[in-house]
């Protein structure tokens, strides 16, 4: 029993130890990260800490580099003001400048404790640089506010050797000097006798302007300069900034980009300058470049009814001397053009015609009805008339069917364009159409006796009056295979056929010589009458002639059937002859 408790309290001990040992670590001191000389003055001691709660103080021990660490030091500093701060946990401390008295490198060993009274001893922390130091003094750079006439810059300053112990200084002569202009310009200069250097820039951007030395002495540098150009007004001067023009035409923008100074306002030369639509999302400028007397010239095709262009300054390269936000609006109305892309007319027997056309619209998108009219002119120059109007848009094909037309003409198609909306009319071009003419080149009549009828007395025929019949041949037409009626045939055409023109031409009579024929084989007419009969849905021509013969009483010529066609009909002519219908008549 007693040694399972000496056991229990062994393990409990060795517990408590191995819980003691974070608590430790948690309560060490500020950590030394490192200790060097200043930059900007060698004898000033820079402490680097990494630290928790609040560093209460820091004390550096100074002694020659090579020393022993047990060697009593030279000089012992206690006077640290944090300088920097890295973070809330990290910082530096950094000392008034040391003085000793022989010049050399030292090792630093640092001793830091917090508030909570902790503290950690760092041995050889750094080294302190007790030496003469090149100094760059009174650097200066002018202006530091160029203006677009300003543009030089020039800094200067000089190159001494301060001594740590004393403060004086030397000038340091024939060392060369780097300057750094618009923040990427270098150039090198050498010191002359007095250890003074000087560079001039034409600065182009502005930006940090700083010197530095970097030679066998060691380092220096100055604090850098910011040189801030000032930007001068502008503006654009146009020569036009109104335009109205056809679809398809371009516009020459000119004008001069000016800048001011003082009251005056002058050309600006050399500046990269654009001109696209004004607020675009997709832009696709036109470019061009002052040139000295400020001029620019910018081309463009308008499009749409109304465009508004804006001539602005290029987004690079940058120039901070003049006020880049200026513009100009530029307007261009544009009058849309039409154009028929389509035209064809067929014409059928009858002289109806199919017309099949299509209009586009030139330098604008638009989904409008529109009227096109469908005019014919006798001559195709003059008389122009319009026979139907087709509701239609653009860019559409559009067909007419059945337009009742003429035996011979000209045919168009006119659109006559819209100013409240900007857009130009236009005609196709002509298209003749027509039919041949038809006429009977030969004819003959032979006697042919017939009983007299019931109606005799009622066509208006003496008794026994001898009739004769007439046959016709040799007929030409326009178009058909179909023969003419042979002798006491009888010939159907359909009922409703321009029955109109062949009453008006039965009773008028042919012409030429087969009607003068006719005449002289015929007895002397009397009278001519014309009926009509119908005939199973057809139309029947009966042409009935009066006068004395050998047979008695009146005779009554066999009914006989008419032919449509497109200009004559095949009809029976009596004398005397008369004018041809006029080609500019309408068959319906």
């Known amino acids: 029993m007693r040694r399972m408790v000496r056991g229990l309290v062994t393990a409990g001990a060795v517990l408590v130890s191995t819980l003691a040992i974070p608590g430790t670590a948690h309560a060490a001191g500020p950590t030394v990260m490192t200790a060097y000389s200043d930059q900007a003055d060698w004898s000033v001691i820079d402490v680097r800490l990494n630290?928790?709660?609040?560093?209460?103080?820091?004390?550096?021990?100074?002694?020659?580099?090579?020393?022993?660490?047990?060697?009593?030091?030279?000089?012992?500093?206690?006077?640290?003001?944090?300088?920097?701060?890295?973070?809330?946990?990290?910082?530096?401390?950094?000392?008034?400048?040391?003085?000793?008295?022989?010049?050399?490198?030292?090792?630093?060993?640092?001793?830091?404790?917090?508030?909570?009274?902790?503290?950690?001893?760092?041995?050889?922390?750094?080294?302190?640089?007790?030496?003469?130091?090149?100094?760059?003094?009174?650097?200066?750079?002018?202006?530091?506010?160029?203006?677009?006439?300003?543009?030089?810059?020039?800094?200067?300053?000089?190159?001494?050797?301060?001594d740590p112990a004393t403060r004086e200084t030397v000038p340091l002569p024939g060392a060369p000097v780097d300057l750094t202009f618009d923040e990427n310009e270098d150039s090198t200069v050498v010191t002359d006798e007095a250890g003074h250097f000087s560079a001039s820039d034409e600065t182009t951007s502005g930006g940090w302007t700083f010197a530095q030395y970097n030679g066998d002495l060691g380092f220096a540098t100055?604090?850098?300069?910011?040189?801030?150009?000032?930007a001068a007004p502008t503006r654009f001067v146009l020569d036009k900034s109104s335009?109205?023009?056809?679809?398809?035409?371009?516009?020459?923008?000119?004008?001069?980009?000016?800048?001011?100074?003082?009251?005056?306002?002058?050309?600006?030369?050399?500046?990269?300058?654009?001109?696209?639509?004004?607020?675009?999302?997709?832009?696709?400028?036109?470019?061009?470049?002052?040139?000295?007397?400020?001029?620019?010239?910018?081309?463009?095709?308008?499009?749409?009814?109304?465009?508004?262009?804006?001539?602005?300054?290029?987004?690079?390269?940058?120039?901070?001397?003049?006020?880049?936000?200026t513009t100009a609006e530029v307007t261009a109305t544009v009058t849309a053009t039409t154009k028929f892309t389509e035209f064809t007319a067929a014409q059928d027997k009858y002289a109806q015609l199919d017309i099949t056309g299509s209009l586009d619209l030139i330098g604008r998108d638009t989904n409008d009805r529109i009227s096109v009219d469908i005019q014919y002119s006798a001559d195709g120059s003059t008389g122009w008339s319009t026979k139907k109007t087709v509701k239609t848009s653009f860019g559409s094909q559009f067909v007419v069917e059945n337009l009742p037309g003429y035996t011979d003409g000209y045919w168009r198609l006119r659109y006559a364009g819209s100013s409240t909306k900007d857009i130009k009319g236009t005609v196709s071009k002509s298209l003749r159409k027509n039919r041949a003419?038809?006429?009977?080149?030969?004819?003959?009549?032979?006697?042919?006796?017939?009983?007299?009828?019931?109606?005799?007395?009622?066509?208006?025929?003496?008794?026994?009056?001898?009739?004769?019949?007439v046959d016709l041949e040799g007929v030409r037409r326009q178009e058909g295979p179909d023969p003419l009626p042979a002798q006491g045939q009888e010939h159907l055409v359909p009922d409703g056929h321009r029955h109109h023109q062949d009453e008006r031409i039965l009773q008028q009579g042919l012409q030429g010589p087969a009607g003068r024929h006719l005449g002289a084989r015929l007895p002397v007419p009397r009278q001519q009458a014309l009926r009509g009969q119908r005939h199973g849905g057809l139309r029947r021509r009966a042409v009935t002639r009066t006068g004395s013969a050998r047979g008695g009483g009146p005779k009554r010529v066999r009914p006989f059937f008419a032919r449509d066609e497109i200009l004559d009909r095949v009809c029976l002519r009596i004398p005397p002859p008369v004018p041809r219908p006029s080609a500019q008549s309408p068959l319906a």
Not at 222 to 230: A, E, F, H, S
Not at 288 to 303: E, H, L, N, V
Not at 449 to 467: F, L, M, T, V, W
Request: hydrophobic share 25%; glycine share 8%.
């Open 437 to 469: 003419l038809t006429r009977i080149k030969d004819a003959n009549a032979s006697p042919r006796a017939r009983h007299q009828g019931p109606d005799d007395h009622r066509e208006g025929r003496a008794p026994g009056a001898q009739a004769r019949h």
């Open 51 to 162: 630290y928790s709660g609040t560093i209460d103080r820091i004390t550096a021990s100074l002694r020659p580099v090579g020393s022993s660490e047990t060697d009593t030091p030279v000089a012992t500093v206690t006077e640290f003001t944090q300088t920097y701060y890295t973070s809330s946990w990290e910082g530096i401390w950094s000392s008034p400048p040391v003085h000793l008295d022989t010049l050399g490198k030292y090792t630093i060993d640092i001793e830091a404790t917090n508030t909570a009274g902790e503290t950690t001893l760092q041995r050889n922390a750094g080294t302190l640089r007790y030496e003469k130091q090149p100094v760059i003094s009174g650097f200066t750079v002018t202006p530091t506010d160029p203006d677009i006439e300003h543009r030089t810059v020039t800094a200067t300053g000089d190159l001494v050797l301060r």
């Open 222 to 230: 100055v604090p850098w300069v910011d040189v801030r150009p000032q």
């Open 243 to 325: 335009f109205h023009v056809t679809a398809g035409d371009r516009i020459d923008v000119t004008g001069t980009l000016q800048y001011q100074y003082g009251s005056e306002w002058k050309p600006l030369s050399g500046i990269p300058l654009e001109m696209d639509y004004k607020d675009c999302t997709t832009c696709s400028p036109t470019e061009a470049t002052t040139d000295a007397d400020g001029r620019f010239s910018f081309t463009k095709s308008p499009y749409g009814s109304k465009s508004v262009y804006e001539v602005a300054f290029r987004s690079y390269p940058y120039n901070p001397f003049v006020q880049r936000t």
